[in-house]
């Protein structure tokens, strides 16, 4: 980048090859790649939103409609479009649901700036008047909110979240699951979803998913002479190897006599027995161990009647401590019967053609687990992505007790009321709170149009029910089936406000950001060793949404 002095001589302030856009062109060039990452995701928005196909490097396939996840899969280049790609993370690890919501309602709100810009309305103007409406709008919703207390709207709640994703008609069977399992997590009104563990088993049918008041381990025991039940477990959780320890650094020994090498062996061979009478001394009869479990040691195992299983992941030796109350022992000669967990009954049951095992009675009665069936692994995948979106939404109405009519009701309500807000404010923000009611159209109008219906004729007849004069026209949404407004609430399509104040709040966040950058300066990357290689010179790599500029 050049200036100028006043000698007329050129003077250098940011290294050669420096890419720079200002004012409008970096705003619409922003823009251009928020709205960018919006249509990516806008058509599987709505229970008939269709699904994306991604396939990653190295030929893996998943076929998903859910918005986090295809933005995850998504390699995003573009700083402003890996901004709009963070509001979906936000409202994942907020809500658990509503990603593709927020996403589309951020692209949208850029859009609608676009045409401020382009009138001269300064940037500083339409963020506050954004930030006026995303507060207006936040109020609307809590007044239209309806209290859900029971468990029937609590399954409505599930149902919604899951509608549109592949569950082979499902739906209120895995509701009632999910239901059922967040009921049973529930302590002084938190659901912590974390002590709901989701297992996967290929094979059977959808219908064929229960659950389980323990924990599911997808392990089976180590030796085929151990018992297959334990009852009144006492239960050792090993972090260490059941093995010898090998050196730190390269050892080598050399032995003289061979008489030498049955005693080396032999020493072995005790180490490893000890380890064993230490656990049985510790009155362990189930070991569950996070690595390796030596031979030998599985045969004293067997011996000693004791059931174990080997090389458990560290999430569920986290879960067995929490559900059965025992200590994780990094150092096996250091283990006492304190350390020891507790559970009814831990057993292997064969799940399909394989066996798994099943920790039930524990200490800790706030741990459930779901084991999900299914005709092939993508059909697993998807399902299990629908629950654990439909687990947080649970958690979130039971936490927040508030729900509001889904398919678009609150969008249109809160555009309406907004825009009656907006005559009050005056001045040039009202003008951006006017946007921001308009961009509220974007749900409902881009839900009609991934059903096959008349966008326009659908926002027509919802803006007709929620004529104010109606008392129950704030739960009119779009029944994509006929086409025509209905109430929500007796169609059972709701969903917690907390994903609808999040999505609100997060897109109007992010659009602002985005509006406040009017520079953007990107300095030259240095070429790679092997230009074919990298996805920004165009090779075979190359992928994601837009360039720098």
């Known amino acids: 980048m050049y ?4 000698s007329n ?3 250098i302030v940011l290294k050669e090859g420096t890419e720079r856009s200002k004012d409008k062109e970096a705003q619409f060039n922003n823009i251009a790649a928020a709205k960018a990452v919006a249509d990516s995701v806008r058509s599987t928005l709505g229970p008939k939103g269709m699904d994306k196909m991604l396939v990653d490097s190295v030929g893996d396939v998943t076929v998903t409609n859910d918005g986090v996840t295809i933005l995850k899969e998504i390699d995003v280049q573009h700083p402003a479009a890996k901004m709009v790609v963070e509001v979906a993370k936000t409202q994942d690890a907020e809500c658990g649901d509503g990603t593709t919501t927020a996403v589309v309602l951020a692209g949208e709100l850029l859009k609608q700036s676009e045409t401020l810009i ?3 309305i300064h940037p500083t103007v339409i963020t506050n008047g954004f930030k006026l409406a995303a507060e207006k709008a936040v109020e609307i919703l809590n007044k239209i909110a309806v209290s859900s207390d029971d468990d029937k709207l609590l399954k409505e709640v599930a ?4 509608t549109g994703k592949s569950i082979g008609g499902e739906g209120e069977h895995l509701s009632e699951l999910i239901v ?3 009921r049973a997590v529930q302590v002084d009104g938190k659901v912590d979803t974390a002590n709901i563990k989701i297992e996967k088993k290929t094979g059977g049918n959808i219908s064929e998913t229960y659950m389980v008041e323990g924990l599911v381990i997808d392990k089976q025991r180590v030796h085929p002479r151990m018992p297959k039940v334990v009852n009144k477990a006492k239960i050792a959780l090993l972090t260490t190897p059941l093995e010898n320890k090998k050196p730190e650094v390269s050892a080598e020994i050399s032995i003289s006599d061979p008489t030498y090498m049955q005693s080396f062996l032999n020493e072995e061979e005790a180490t490893l027995k000890a380890m064993v009478d230490k656990i049985a001394s510790a009155g362990a009869n189930v070991v569950f161990c996070q690595k390796g479990v030596d031979d030998l040691v599985q045969h004293y195992l067997a011996k000693a009647g004791i059931l174990c299983f080997r090389r458990l992941k560290e999430s569920d030796m986290v879960a067995l401590s929490k559900a059965t109350g025992g200590n994780l022992v990094g150092e096996i000669m250091e283990i006492k019967s304190s350390d020891l967990g507790v559970a009814a009954k831990v057993e292997e049951k064969e799940v399909g053609t394989e066996s798994m095992c099943f920790v039930t009675g524990c200490k800790n ?5 779901i084991v999900i069936r299914g005709g092939t692994e993508h059909v697993i995948a998807e399902v299990e992505r629908a629950m654990e979106d439909a687990i947080r939404v649970v958690g979130v109405a039971i936490e927040d007790g508030k ?6 009701a609150p969008e249109i309500e809160v555009e309406l009321r907004l825009a009656e807000y907006a005559s009050t404010i005056g001045g040039r923000e009202q003008l951006a709170i006017e946007a921001f009611a308009k961009a509220m159209e974007i749900i409902p109008w881009t839900i009609a149009e991934n059903a096959g219906i008349d966008s326009i004729d659908a926002i027509i007849k919802l803006k007709t029910a929620h004529d104010k004069t109606k008392k129950r026209g704030i739960y009119f949404g779009l029944d994509l089936d006929t086409g025509e407004a209905v109430d929500m609430l007796k169609l059972k399509v709701v969903e917690p406000l907390r994903v609808k104040v999040q ?3 997060s897109a109007a966040e992010v659009a602002n950001m985005v509006l406040r950058i009017d520079d953007v300066i990107a300095s030259r990357r240095a070429p790679p060793m092997n230009p074919m290689a990298d996805p920004n010179m165009g090779g075979p790599g190359m992928s994601g949404i837009g360039g720098m500029m």
């Open 3 to 6: 200036g100028s002095g006043g």
């Open 9 to 11: 001589q050129p003077i």
């Open 118 to 120: 382009d009138q001269n």
């Open 159 to 162: 149902g919604t979240a899951m």
């Open 180 to 182: 059922k399992a967040a």
């Open 365 to 369: 009665p706030k741990a459930v687990s």
């Open 403 to 408: 729900v509001v009519a889904g398919a678009g």
């Open 503 to 505: 999505a609100i709040n």
